[in-house]
């Protein structure tokens, strides 16, 4: 995981993206690449036609959101002596590139996304249909790359003890895929399955076999939720241990049927307090 792209937008949620984007880095020594992430032209226009703006007006005010994203994320690195990364060779510490020519609109994360081995952001806002959310959506949709979700408040450690949340679906499993570089270095992983929302596939100790195959000591954990959702459980379980991280695929449900009725992609984005690998 050397290449990490961060979507940067200036708002007080960046801090913890950054850091944890920055422990990502520290652990694999990569290159964290950011870009201003902001509604395209015609989007903030929509936002309120009567509002009377000029095409001038909102560009201007694209060209000012753009400058403070690149603002904030310079800072950063300067902050934690992060160097700019000077040419295409293999970095020897971790290093930063910033990308100008970003077009407006939160489609750009996912496409552009598809050449990075992550793509961190900071966790959505309460609201579903809320423009952080559609960046979600458009990283874990469009990319084909792991997503990984930063909590509100900047984690200390990445990767350390690790919580894999197994339901036997493919989304699971192509999560867990991608987080294989992190499960190598981690010090615990542990494999939990919560009874009566798995779907038809292997169980938590078979992948822990596999994990173990490849030189991951896993130990499998099944838990019955009692009058606990599964999300819930799963974040409990999550604190009881001391986790720095979950790896859970995102969406086994459809998203409109997690909207209306809930689900536990759904409940880990709102309520986790640590860092979520995710993957669809």
Same mark, same amino acid.
């Given at each position: 995981?050397?290449?990490?792209?961060?979507?940067?937008?200036? =708002?007080?949620?960046?801090?913890?993206?950054?850091?944890?984007?920055?422990?990502?880095?520290?652990?694999?020594?990569?290159?964290?690449?950011?870009?201003?992430?902001?509604?395209?032209?015609?989007?903030?226009?929509?936002?309120?036609?009567?509002?009377?703006?000029?095409?001038?007006?909102?560009?201007?005010?694209?060209?000012?959101?753009?400058?403070?994203?690149?603002?904030?994320?310079?800072?950063?690195?300067?902050?934690? =002596?992060?160097?700019?990364?000077?040419?295409?060779?293999?970095?020897?510490?971790?290093?930063?590139?910033?990308?100008?020519?970003?077009?407006?609109?939160?489609?750009?994360?996912?496409?552009?996304?598809?050449?990075?081995?992550?793509?961190?952001?900071?966790?959505?806002?309460?609201?579903?249909?809320?423009?952080?959310?559609?960046?979600?959506?458009?990283?874990?949709?469009?990319?084909?790359?792991?997503?990984?979700?930063?909590?509100?408040?900047?984690?200390?450690?990445?990767?350390? =003890?690790?919580?894999?949340?197994? =339901?036997?679906?493919?989304?699971?499993?192509?999560?867990?895929?991608?987080?294989?570089?992190?499960?190598?270095?981690?010090?615990?992983?542990?494999?939990?399955?919560?009874?009566?929302?798995?779907?038809?596939?292997?169980?938590?100790?078979?992948?822990?076999?596999?994990?173990?195959?490849?030189?991951?000591?896993?130990?499998?954990?099944?838990?019955?939720?009692?009058?606990?959702?599964?999300?819930?459980?799963?974040?409990?379980?999550?604190?009881?241990?001391?986790?720095?991280?979950?790896?859970?695929?995102?969406?086994?449900?459809?998203?409109?049927?997690?909207?209306?009725?809930?689900?536990?992609?759904?409940?880990?984005?709102?309520?986790?307090?640590?860092?979520?690998?995710?993957?669809?």
């Amino acid at each position: 995981m050397k290449s990490i792209l961060v979507p940067t937008e200036h =708002n007080s949620a960046m801090q913890s993206a950054l850091d944890t984007a920055l422990l990502l880095a520290r652990k694999f020594v990569g290159c964290i690449e950011g870009f201003a992430l902001r509604p395209a032209v015609a989007d903030m226009v929509a936002m309120d036609p009567d509002a009377g703006l000029t095409m001038i007006a909102v560009k201007e005010n694209d060209a000012q959101m753009v400058r403070q994203a690149a603002d904030l994320f310079r800072s950063f690195m300067e902050h934690h =002596n992060v160097v700019q990364r000077a040419d295409e060779t293999p970095a020897t510490s971790p290093c930063w590139a910033w990308l100008d020519a970003a077009p407006s609109g939160h489609d750009f994360v996912g496409s552009y996304g598809r050449v990075f081995d992550a793509i961190v952001l900071a966790r959505p806002g309460e609201e579903w249909q809320s423009p952080s959310m559609v960046t979600l959506e458009s990283a874990l949709f469009e990319s084909g790359r792991p997503v990984v979700i930063a909590p509100p408040d900047s984690p200390r450690s990445l990767g350390r =003890n690790v919580l894999i949340a197994w =339901n036997a679906s493919t989304e699971q499993g192509r999560a867990t895929a991608f987080a294989m570089p992190l499960l190598r270095l981690a010090e615990r992983v542990t494999v939990v399955t919560v009874e009566g929302v798995t779907v038809a596939g292997p169980t938590g100790a078979e992948m822990a076999r596999t994990l173990k195959i490849n030189g991951i000591a896993a130990e499998p954990i099944t838990l019955a939720a009692g009058k606990r959702t599964a999300g819930e459980t799963i974040l409990a379980k999550a604190d009881e241990l001391g986790c720095d991280l979950i790896v859970k695929g995102a969406y086994t449900q459809s998203r409109l049927r997690q909207m209306i009725f809930g689900g536990t992609t759904r409940h880990i984005l709102a309520h986790a307090k640590l860092p979520v690998l995710m993957a669809h």
